[in-house]
């Protein structure tokens, strides 16, 4: 069970982390405003709070999952070394730890 | 690490300060805000007896009894920073022991979304009027407010005195019919 939760893919990349930062911080200062304009226009403080939640519930919407707008920089890694057969399999730090006790 | 989790946490955690900070606007925005309206008060009836106070001196103390119309249009307090009025009638008097006393006689609660409008007609206090001697006979100047505290969504909590006394004398004679 726990397996399956483990397989979905929650991952950003780094430009996507900053993106998500900046758009949730953004809906949600957005939200506020429009939320202390209108509170204050209609003088009722507890139309600010819904306008704010609804702002945090859009951000959660649009930042928590790792949608593909935040996946399109993944990091360049090195291509694997190609394998060869025999003593050269062994890592480098073990040859030189074999050395040191000659 | 980034994950869902920690997104979420920074991103209720930014809501919460949002919302600290909105808190604090609305408070601001009505700070400053006279709340102090005018109030009619009218007496129709005043009378005194001599009764057993038997939480008191001990001796027999002066019972005030007054019935009072109010009329205020409390509209202009409500704003958005305002959750209910503690309406409260006090009278103010002094008398040979004290200088000043206040007792209060009558409170009202209003909600925010009920009638402002106040029109009272008759009410009898709802607290004893009652004087630690015999200070209210013949007592020429006791004075009705009516007062209010202001109940905030956020900052200070108002006492707010209404402008509109009403100086009424009592009589110099004790009641004395049992009208309980």
């Not at chain 2, 007496?43 to 009894?65: A, H, Q, Y």
């Not at chain 2, 209060?104 to 206090?125: A, P």
Request: aromatic letters at 12%; one cysteine or more.
């Amino acid at each position: 069970m726990l397996s399956v939760f483990k397989s979905i893919p929650t991952h950003m990349d780094y430009k996507g982390q900053k993106l998500a930062e900046q758009i949730f911080q953004g809906v949600i200062l957005v939200s506020a405003v429009i939320g202390f304009i209108y509170g204050l226009f209609i003088q009722q403080f507890g139309w600010t709070v819904y306008i704010m939640l609804a702002g945090f519930a859009l951000s959660c919407l649009l930042t928590l999952p790792p949608w593909p707008v935040y996946r399109k920089n993944p990091l360049t890694w090195q291509p694997p070394l190609p394998e060869t057969p025999g003593e050269n399999r062994e890592k480098p730090q073990e040859n030189l730890k074999k050395k040191k006790h000659k | 690490m980034n994950t869902v989790l920690s997104r979420a946490n920074s991103l209720f955690a930014f809501s919460l300060s949002v919302m600290a900070a909105l808190t604090f606007g609305c408070f601001i925005t009505t700070a400053f805000k006279d709340r102090s309206v005018p109030v009619d008060i009218h007496v129709s009836k005043v009378m005194i007896k001599n009764v057993d106070d038997f939480t008191g001196p001990r001796e027999r103390s002066d019972l005030g009894f007054v019935t009072f119309d109010i009329s205020a249009d409390l509209q202009p307090i409500f704003d958005w920073n305002v959750k209910e009025l503690f309406l409260y009638m006090s009278a103010e008097y002094s008398t040979k022991s004290n200088a000043l006393n206040q007792v209060v006689l009558w409170d009202k609660i209003i909600l925010r979304g009920d009638k402002t409008k106040l029109n009272l007609r008759d009410i009898k206090s709802k607290y004893f009027f009652f004087d630690d001697g015999n200070g209210l006979r013949a007592n020429k100047n006791i004075t009705l407010t009516l007062s209010w505290n202001v109940v905030p969504n956020a900052g200070i909590l108002p006492l707010v005195e209404g402008s509109g006394h009403k100086s009424i004398a009592f009589p110099e004679t004790y009641e004395t019919a049992k009208t309980y």
